[in-house]
């Protein structure tokens, strides 16, 4: 008989000979616990498998063969299961002794020795269940814990996959408003651009339109207007091109040893006529000043559209301050922006007593066209062109403003490392003659400026070739043709102006190179584009200009 109990808790017997099975089970339903009687160790591992609280064999039985099926369920037990076992042992007999050894086998061992009182038997039953009990608990524990885990590893993957979620929403938000903000800037870029042309674009066919209509009629007085009004208008569309390249860090800069001081100095009358009587313009030049490195024409440029800013700014009057100094710039001040390197800096700034900038305007002051001027009164490009210039020098633009205080603009350009050459301006007040049989190569791509060029060359006298790419000028160069000077666009379709000018010196190696160009991102410092015997102008540029390089060049 076998009492209704569950089945984890019930006792399973062992005991081959006598009566000793039926007398435990009586025993132990008597008490209230369950029981069941198993003939060998073969029945005993197939009821193990179903469950059980406690072992209750024998030592006769570990005799028998089978006994490997045990000692293997034993073994394979989870970390929290320890099985109690009971042995039963004769009083007196000889099987105490080997069942000892056997325990360190069987594990969880209590030995009862026959004939045994039944409260003895019940004592044992009972406090092996609890241990075994408590065995289940902490079962049940783990596989609570274990699921704990489980759902807590799903709410971590939950959340990652919600936090991935959330940051690729924000990523694609963040990358939609830089858009957004990219394309309001080119708008505002292409807008100011198409405003600023239109109008240049009208004063230049509007003068070359009545021009023609003069000359057809035969009306040759009073030319000179609007001839003028053409040539004025073109200019003013040059150096819109230059600040638009000036702010993307693209022109043509012509590098070299400047002394700030007499730079300075030299405009002082073309500042002076800049200001209106009621500012006062005052001059701080160190007496110590470092040479500093930078194109001289972009710096004076820079200079005279920071002079004309403070100007605006002080429509009452006021007192307007150039200086330069010297600075030494540590990385603690230079890592803030990437292109700025620690070490000496010469320093040009510019302060007025005027109106002063809020924070806002200061952070957009360097944008392209951005304007606080009424429409017609500035280009919104003096700045942006300055920022643009600091940068491609290698150098830096900061500016400081209280609102009625005034604003401070300084220009920082690193000082020249090297000897410093005088510099000898080109006279374009001449217009040289060519000597009989100077012939020059003339490479660009575009028909209207080839023209152009060869016409004017050809009124000095000059003979030249022609071509419109690479490939036409080579077997030129490698011919017996006289070619005094290549005169190169750098942006040549195919091979460019730069290539040409090495395969041409491979043919005649003292060729001399006249580079002219538009926008090249590889000539923007001219110091690493140009070999000795090679010089460039930037276009739009004056004949006077050209005739007078080409002579230069030729000549020398």
Same mark, same amino acid.
């Given at each position: 008989m076998t009492l209704a109990m569950p089945l984890t808790e019930r006792t399973l017997i062992l005991t081959p000979q006598g009566r000793d099975s039926q007398i435990a089970l009586m025993i132990l339903n008597e008490a209230g616990y369950g029981g069941t009687i198993t003939p060998d160790f073969?029945?005993?591992?197939?009821?193990?498998?179903?469950?059980?609280?406690?072992?209750l064999i024998a030592t006769e039985a570990l005799r028998d063969a089978g006994l490997e099926g045990l000692l293997l369920y034993l073994e394979q037990q989870p970390a929290w299961s320890d099985l109690p076992i009971v042995l039963l042992t004769h009083h007196g007999g000889s099987d105490r002794s080997p069942s000892s050894q056997l325990s360190e086998l069987l594990g969880n061992v209590t030995f009862l020795e026959r004939p045994f009182h039944p409260a003895t038997l019940i004592s044992l039953v009972s406090t092996a269940l609890r241990g075994r009990?408590? !065995?289940? @608990?902490?079962?049940?524990?783990?596989?609570?814990?274990?699921?704990? @885990?489980?759902?807590? !590893?799903?709410?971590?993957?939950?959340?990652? !996959? !919600?936090v991935e979620e959330r940051t690729a929403q924000l990523r694609h938000n963040e990358e939609a408003l830089r858009q957004s903000q990219k394309m309001e800037a080119v708008g505002q870029l292409t807008g100011g651009i198409a405003h600023d042309f239109n109008n240049m674009l009208t004063g230049i066919i509007g003068s070359l339109e009545l021009l023609r209509r003069r000359l057809a009629r035969g009306r040759l007085e009073d030319l000179d207007s609007l001839i003028d009004l053409g040539v004025t208008s073109a200019n003013r569309a040059a150096g819109l091109t230059h600040r638009l390249l000036a702010f993307s860090r693209r022109q043509s800069l012509d590098s070299k040893a400047v002394q700030m001081n007499d730079l300075v100095q030299s405009m002082g009358e073309l500042l002076h006529r800049s200001l209106n009587e009621s500012i006062q313009l005052d001059m701080r030049l160190h007496d110590q000043l470092w040479v500093a490195k930078a194109d001289p024409n972009q710096l004076e440029s820079a200079l005279l559209n920071?002079?004309?800013?403070?100007?605006?700014?002080?429509?009452?009057?006021?007192?307007?301050?150039v200086e330069t100094g010297n600075q030494v710039l540590d990385s603690d001040f230079?890592?803030?922006?990437?292109?700025?390197?620690?070490?000496?800096?010469?320093?040009?700034?510019?302060?007025?007593d005027g109106s002063g900038m809020p @924070?806002?305007?200061i952070n957009r002051a360097f944008d392209p066209f951005f304007t606080t001027k009424p429409i017609g009164q500035g280009t919104g490009l003096g700045l942006s062109m300055i920022y643009g210039f600091s940068k491609q020098s290698g150098g830096h633009v900061s500016i400081d403003s209280e609102i009625d205080r005034g604003?401070?603009?300084?220009?920082?350009?690193?000082?020249?490392?090297?000897?410093s050459l005088p510099h000898t301006p080109v006279d374009t007040e001449q217009m040289p003659q060519a000597q009989e049989g100077e012939t020059v190569l003339i490479v660009e791509d575009d028909p209207a400026v080839r023209v152009l060029v060869s016409a004017v060359l050809s009124e000095l006298g000059y003979g030249f070739v022609e071509a419109s790419d690479a490939d036409g000028a080579v077997p030129i160069l490698d011919s017996a043709q006289r070619i005094d000077l290549l005169i190169s666009d750098v942006g040549l379709p195919g091979i460019n102006g730069r290539q040409l000018a090495e395969i041409g010196r491979q043919y005649r190696p003292e060729l001399k190179v006249l580079f002219i160009t538009g926008y090249a991102e590889h000539a923007a410092v001219r110091g690493g584009f140009l070999d000795p015997g090679m010089q460039m102008?930037?276009?739009?540029?004056?004949?006077?200009l050209l005739t007078s390089k080409v002579r230069e060049m030729i000549k020398n």
């Open positions: 073969t029945g005993l591992c197939h009821e193990l498998e179903a469950g059980a609280g406690l072992l009990r408590r !065995q289940y @608990e902490a079962r049940d524990r783990l596989i609570d814990l274990s699921n704990s @885990e489980l759902r807590l !590893q799903s709410i971590l993957e939950t959340l990652e !996959q !919600q920071l002079v004309i800013n403070a100007r605006d700014a002080m429509p009452d009057g006021g007192r307007l301050v230079t890592d803030a922006y990437s292109n700025l390197k620690p070490g000496d800096y010469v320093v040009l700034s510019v302060s007025d @924070e806002s305007v604003t401070t603009v300084r220009l920082y350009l690193p000082r020249f490392e090297g000897e102008i930037t276009k739009p540029f004056t004949f006077d």
